[in-house]
């Protein structure tokens, strides 16, 4: 018997996806592209009517990736289904892949998270996430954005924040900018603004405030920094990956540059040694950095 959680109603998501469509081909300058892509939409649209039958959700995914590569490489856009009765739909990323969800917002899903939502999603803002991803998220007058976690909530002002769930005993959510209330079980919302970072135990139910540099920001999937001092970045790759970096006699160091939010750990190092002429080993667990 088929799960029903991976079926989509067919009508909804064609008429869903003609609007991203749209929206896409009015930023498309190039006329002679423009034209392309109306042929393209009409063999979309008309397979998408060949029967009546309900699409399954990879269906749908594996077209939704194909408009994206065509229009904006790098990018995958994920084309909401209506639920069925009550349904949730859910969508598991086996890569890092990034989302625009029907109000506009979007999400950066690293590999092996998850998120979940209703078919009336642009009236009811609710998401659930298993795993890591870092959301910027469009303000809507009268409609809140939540991202709800395994037992705690974050309630969105408009802004850009990411979580992090590596670890039960210290989930980590990081506020680049605008405002975010954090809420968990039986406490009082924690407000958290730019360049502050929590760190929550879900097991204890308790949670910690602190400051993150300033010079540390977030961009189209790049964290960017400039000017930063090392030891400071060290301790935000740390969190980030949940390493331990140690700086072995060096001095005062800053550094320029960015951070592709699914760069492996291993890269993220080399290119520091590249930049400040370091060298590194990793033994006992840990990255040392020095001369």
């Known amino acids: 018997m088929r799960d029903r959680n991976d079926i989509v109603n067919k009508k909804f998501v064609a008429e869903f996806m003609k609007q ?18 109306n042929l393209i ?55 890092s892949r990034n989302y625009i969800l029907p109000d506009g917002s979007k999400v950066w899903m690293e590999a092996g998270s998850r998120i979940e939502c209703a078919g009336d999603f642009s009236e009811n803002r609710n998401v659930k996430l298993e795993g890591n991803s870092t959301f910027e998220v469009l303000k809507q007058n009268g409609k809140p954005f939540r991202v709800y976690l395994a037992n705690s909530c974050i309630e969105v002002k408009g802004t850009c ?51 993150i540099s300033s010079n540390i920001c977030w961009e189209n999937g790049d964290f960017r920094f400039s000017e930063i001092a090392l030891s400071e970045l060290v301790d935000f790759i740390g969190q980030k990956y949940r390493v331990s970096i140690e700086l072995e006699g060096l001095k005062k160091l800053n550094i320029t540059g960015r951070i592709h939010y699914d760069e492996t750990l291993d890269l993220v190092i080399k290119k520091i040694c590249f ?7 990793f033994v006992n667990n840990k990255y040392v950095l020095y001369k």
């Open 20 to 37: 991203q469509w749209d929206r896409i081909e009015e930023e498309v300058e190039n006329e002679s592209d423009v034209a392309v892509g």
């Open 41 to 95: 939409w009409n063999k979309i649209d008309k397979r998408l009517h060949v029967s009546r039958r309900f699409y399954r959700l990879k269906v749908v995914s594996s077209v939704a990736a194909s408009v994206a590569i065509l229009f904006l490489a790098g990018w995958t856009y994920f084309m909401w289904g209506n639920r069925l009765s009550d349904e949730m739909l859910i969508v598991e990323a086996a890569e």
């Open 275 to 281: 930049s400040l002429k370091l060298n590194y080993r």
């Open 161 to 211: 924040f990411s979580v992090n769930q590596d670890i039960a005993e210290a989930n980590v959510i990081t506020l680049y900018n605008g405002r975010i209330d954090f809420i968990s079980a039986g406490k009082e919302a924690v407000e958290l603004y730019p360049s502050q970072q929590l760190v929550y135990d879900s097991v204890k139910l308790k949670s910690t405030v602190k400051l």
